[in-house]
């Protein structure tokens, strides 16, 4: 077994500059990309986006939509509680309305 030789700053500056070396020769032997499949993934891509831009103006349609519910419901509950006489004079209205409507059919 070889004993352990520490190494000179020389040395590793010359292993660094040859691991650099073989990863840009490695770099530059990679095969070009394939044009079919570049623009297959543009249009992916394109589709995605698109479908994206969709679901967000939905969910801004959705909110909106939403809040004016909200400010409806808001606008509702804050009018006037009819009173127990009103109440009344209501169901009485109601109730003659219904009994003439029937004399009428007779």
Do not use: W
């Amino acid at each position: 077994m070889a004993s352990f030789k520490n190494p000179t700053f020389q040395d590793r500056a010359g292993q660094a500059a040859s691991a650099k070396r073989d990863a840009l020769d490695q770099l530059s032997r990679r095969p070009a990309p394939d044009e079919a499949l570049v623009a297959q993934r543009k249009q992916t891509a394109e589709r995605q986006a698109i479908v994206r831009a969709e679901k967000a103006l939905a969910k801004k349609h959705a909110a909106e939509l939403a809040e004016s519910e909200k400010a409806k419901a808001t606008a509702e509950a804050s009018l006037p509680v009819p009173t127990e006489a009103e109440r009344k004079a209501g169901r009485d209205a109601r109730y003659a309305a219904r009994k003439g409507a029937g004399k009428a059919r007779r």
